[in-house]
């Protein structure tokens, strides 16, 4: 049996997956997760983990607050994040990695900088985004512009950083547990989670949870994904100031090419609400709220999602990174509504009722292909470049 399965095993998980092909894998996931019932984000789990934190503590009261566990936001994240541990594990590349404290302290001021850049936005770079372009959101134009500006400005204070400051993140680094590539027993552990992952959905049927478990699965899938690809949004946004490196940018722009023509048949034919994941934030709220979030995933290393994942891996930075995120949505959120400002940063537009169906399909179309154009031009021409 071992020798029938180990080609196919060490295709899987014995290299990294191409980039563009996990593109187009979170593309497809992404549209079946919304024809079942909303699309994927990672701000909404964050902010619930934050908020049941508050409960805990006493610092505030949420008698309709739904449980982590039972909460389809929660489970996203947390499939994410026990989809990564596996793929990990299956792949021996699991380890605790302890940065330098520096890189903790940039982990958690990044967090912060992101949770409160998803409430202002209304999404973080994946649901206020991703999957908010993909619905056809003027919104998700708003934050891109926000995420492009922040990771900008992060890159350029991180070399400022190495030029005038470079002690602040020296110091030696630890790596504990890390796999004895063939040695290892990590593969048996990882088997031994996917397995309790895909029997966890069974449990939840049987307790009247059917679809929790479904939203779990689906977050499993992502998290498997990105692992094996290290496909990554943060480093679309990201590498293009820092190493000119278009790779991620390009497979970015294929994934929202691919999902908003997914999303809107979807929309067209009736079969999901046309003002779903359409955001009240296309102004100031999307543009202040993608510029925090790209300087907080670029200091930190890692998206909402990203995070998740290469926290599933053993990075603690990105563990801290969460820690962050999620009660700084909390804490932002209370502050936003006690102010009256909570989702009135902007407006909602429907960009199918400003430019037809066809118009609003082609204006993401274009925007993305000039988003990948741009980047491919800068990764040959280093204009933009900090390291060439």
Not at 281 to 300: E, P
Request: proline share 4%; charged share 10%; aromatic share 12%.
């Amino acid at each position: 049996m071992a020798r029938l399965f180990s080609p196919q095993y060490r295709l899987v998980f014995g290299q990294p997956w191409p980039v563009w092909a996990a593109a187009l894998l979170v593309a497809m996931v992404n549209v079946f997760l919304f024809a079942f019932d909303r699309p994927w984000t990672a701000s909404d789990g964050m902010r619930n983990w934050g908020d049941w934190v508050l409960i805990g503590v006493g610092v505030v009261r949420r008698p309709d607050l739904i449980v982590p566990w039972l909460y389809s936001g929660s489970l996203l994240n947390l499939g994410v994040l026990f989809g990564g541990l596996a793929a990990a594990l299956l792949s021996r590349e699991f380890a605790v990695r302890v940065p330098p404290r520096g890189e903790l302290v940039k982990g958690g001021l990044g967090g912060l900088a992101m949770g409160a850049g998803a409430m202002l936005a209304l999404g973080c770079n994946i649901g206020g985004f991703f999957s908010a372009t993909s619905a056809l959101s003027l919104s998700g134009f708003g934050m891109m512009l926000g995420l492009g500006v922040g990771a900008f400005l992060a890159i350029r204070y991180l070399m400022w950083e190495v030029a005038h400051r470079p002690t602040w993140s020296m110091g030696r680094g630890r790596v504990l547990a890390a796999a004895r590539r063939e040695k290892s027993r990590q593969p048996v552990a990882g088997v031994v989670i996917l397995a309790a992952l895909v029997l966890l959905p069974f449990l939840y049927a049987r307790t009247g949870y059917a679809p929790q478990g479904i939203f779990l699965l689906f977050g499993v899938a992502f998290g498997m994904i990105f692992q094996r690809s290290r496909f990554c949004l943060v480093r679309a946004f990201r590498e293009p100031f820092l190493s000119g490196n278009a790779e991620h940018t390009r497979a970015a722009a294929l994934a929202l090419i691919v999902c908003t023509l997914g999303f809107a048949i979807l929309k067209f034919t009736d079969l999901k609400d046309k003002s779903e994941w359409v955001f009240p934030s296309a102004g100031a709220g999307a543009l202040v709220g993608g510029l925090l979030f790209g300087i907080g995933m670029t200091l930190a290393g890692g998206c909402g999602a990203g995070s998740i994942w290469r926290a599933g891996e053993g990075q603690l930075k990105l563990w801290i990174a969460i820690a962050g995120f999620a009660l700084a949505a909390s804490f932002t959120r209370l502050g936003l509504t006690a102010a009256g400002l909570a989702g009135k940063l902007g407006v909602a537009v429907f960009l199918p009722s400003a430019f037809g169906w066809g118009g609003a399909v082609v204006l993401v179309i274009v925007v993305m292909a000039a988003w990948a154009a741009a980047a491919t031009w800068n990764e040959a021409s280093g204009r933009f470049s900090a390291l060439q």
